[in-house]
């Protein structure tokens, strides 16, 4: 009897789900996700793309003993843009998980920005490559490109186009225009 008790606990547990989540939104305190439908055409079907808002953080460029970058995401007086495009791994196929990934700060209050090639660091531009690439994974800075931001009437808008350097790419181009929540 006291085990069914706990089977019975367990299932109600399991089985209780919230209806209420925008599809395409999920939203926090913390930060806002947004499912895109606009992954690159060549992987269109094939793979899924995502935006994240992250307020009231900052962007943390740091190096490991080997001289490899990485990044850290802290409480901080910034927001956190980051895209991600994460293509479907192939069935039986050990190592075919490919992730590509943009992130940048910019003010809380900021409003609109147009910055090109290096002064895309202003932002801390980085582009992460995950995968089982060998020499080509990793995160990199971006300083070749053109990033056009606008954030206005509850509506952001990102154009992005940018080059890191001999690194195969599947993300050259971002184009996205999101409403808040």
């Not at 006291?2 to 019975?8: M, Q």
Request: charged letters at 25%; a neutral charge.
């Amino acid at each position: 009897m006291k085990y069914s008790l706990w089977y019975i606990l367990l299932f109600f547990l399991i089985a209780c789900k919230s209806n209420n989540l925008n599809k395409t939104a999920i939203q926090s305190p913390e930060k806002q996700i947004f499912n895109l439908d606009n992954c690159p055409e060549v992987l269109r079907g094939n793979s899924q793309c995502s935006l994240e808002i992250i307020p009231n953080t900052t962007l943390i460029i740091k190096q490991d003993e080997f001289q490899n970058t990485y990044i850290e995401i802290e409480k901080g007086e910034k927001t956190i843009i980051k895209y991600e495009l994460k293509k479907n791994e192939l069935t039986n196929t050990a190592d075919s998980q490919h992730t590509e990934l943009i992130y940048f700060e910019i003010d809380n209050n900021c409003k609109s920005l147009s910055l090109s090639d290096e002064e895309l660091q202003t932002v801390k531009m980085m582009y992460g490559r995950l995968c089982y690439c060998k020499g080509s994974s990793g995160y990199f800075k971006v300083t070749q490109g053109k990033l056009t931001y606008m954030n206005k009437d509850n509506e952001m808008s990102i154009k992005l186009n940018f080059k890191v350097g001999k690194i195969p790419q599947l993300i050259t181009e971002i184009n996205e225009t999101i409403k808040l929540i």
